[in-house]
């Protein structure tokens, strides 16, 4: 039975983590030999992460005794981190300096280099659920964010070690279920009462919130940002919402059924939406005008890379995929995948301008040229000007 999948960051490889196995298979779709297996010490592995920087391929491995190993992939080497954890390893992430940071259940959160030595390590007040590598446009990857048992978020400066902040939310939005960074140093997070709330990093606006709304009206179970398009999605009571964040505007509204497709529990094919192309430009018709408790409940959410394609997954076993064909967001997703769409796409006028006026000019020293004139004869006589007797 298959734990975990996690695929690199150029999407070239795909880890697989298959139950009481002690080897991770690597499958690359794109190569004649399309699976390694690479033996490892421990059968209990509870967390695997593909790192993020274009110029390595490290996977880092966690397992349920607190252990951590980082893969080399173009090296075939494994590297044990001297980290001294003996809880199961929850999460992890990477920044673009192949700094690997992960927590565990022992409340401690540590970060390493890939040769395995530690970079640091802090004792958090509640189990971590996440971490995340975020900051500043001028210095994306310094400060570290911890989601402090679904109560606070915890940001550790790498460069400021020792003034480490602590961000807390009014107790009436519930659980922190999941947060992203964005933009110049901003959070947006979702609770699980349903908010969705935006709140700065900045020294001088640390505390206050940006922008507070509540999306759903019983829960909320995920909320995810890309960058690509523009929008945020969040998925709870039965239902996915898409909003453009320039100016919160909800451009799709999804509602959901509780039960998976009759078709797919007769055929044993793996179910699926029934609609696998969907056109989120407003609010779908199968919406009713008064929300039900929730029957529904939602595993993940995740948009793919262009932000073209939303995809939810739910404990019934059904994965919905809904294709992003809004007119709201065609413009930010137009790219030129032919030479026709080249040709299509608007000439900003004084480019047409210059380049009308140089065929001008070209054509007349041709002229000129050919027939051994001068340009201001050529015009003379294309204007029909006859000089007076």
């Given at each position: ?16 983590v ?9 499958w ?7 699976h ?34 980082i ?51 802090v004792?958090i007040k ?27 978020i915890?940001?550790?400066d ?53 922008y ?5 009206e ?9 960058e690509?398009?523009g ?29 998976p ?40 959410l ?8 939303l ?50 000019i ?28």
């Open positions: 039975m298959c734990t975990l999948l996690e695929w690199s960051e150029n999407g070239d490889i795909l880890a697989i298959q139950a009481n196995s002690a080897s991770l298979v690597l690359e779709p794109k190569k004649t030999q399309q390694q297996l690479v033996d490892l010490p421990c059968k209990d592995i509870s967390f695997i992460k593909w790192s993020k920087s274009p110029h390595s391929l490290l996977l880092a491995i966690g397992t349920n005794r607190g252990q951590v190993y893969y080399d992939h173009a090296r075939g080497t494994k590297t044990q981190v001297a980290s001294k954890h003996k809880r199961r390893i929850l999460c992890g992430d990477w920044n673009l300096e192949d700094k690997f940071a992960f927590g565990s259940e022992d409340r401690q959160i540590t970060i390493c280099l890939p040769s395995g030595r530690i970079f640091d390590q004792k509640a189990s971590p659920h996440s971490v995340t590598f975020g900051g500043k446009t001028e210095d994306k990857d310094a400060i570290l964010s911890v989601n402090m048992g679904g109560k606070t915890l940001l550790y790498l460069n400021e070690r020792e003034n480490a902040l602590e961000l807390a939310f009014q107790a009436r939005y519930g659980n922190i279920v999941s947060y992203q960074w964005f933009g110049n140093g901003y959070i947006i997070a979702g609770f699980s009462s349903g908010y969705v709330v935006i709140i700065s990093t900045h020294l001088n606006e640390i505390g206050q919130e940006q507070c709304a509540k999306f759903h019983h829960s909320l179970r995920e909320i995810v940002y890309n690509a398009n929008t945020v999605a969040t998925c709870g009571d039965n239902c996915i919402k898409v909003v453009r964040m320039s100016d919160w505007k909800e451009i799709a509204v999804e509602y959901l059924d509780s039960e497709p009759a078709s797919s529990a007769t055929s044993g094919t793996p179910p699926t939406s029934s609609s696998m192309l969907a056109d989120l430009s407003g609010p779908s018709s199968s919406g009713s005008g008064s929300m039900q408790a929730p029957s529904l409940t939602f595993e993940d995740q948009w793919t890379p262009d932000g073209r394609i995809s939810v997954s739910s404990h019934n076993g059904c994965l919905h995929n809904f294709m992003i064909l809004s007119s709201a967001l065609r413009s930010s997703l137009f790219d030129l995948d032919s030479p026709f769409a080249a040709v299509l796409k608007p000439i900003a006028p004084w480019t047409m301008l210059f380049t009308m006026g140089f065929m001008v070209a054509v007349l020293l041709v002229i000129s040229v050919q027939f051994e004139v001068s340009c201001w004869d050529v015009i003379r006589a294309m204007s029909g000007f006859v000089e007076g007797l």
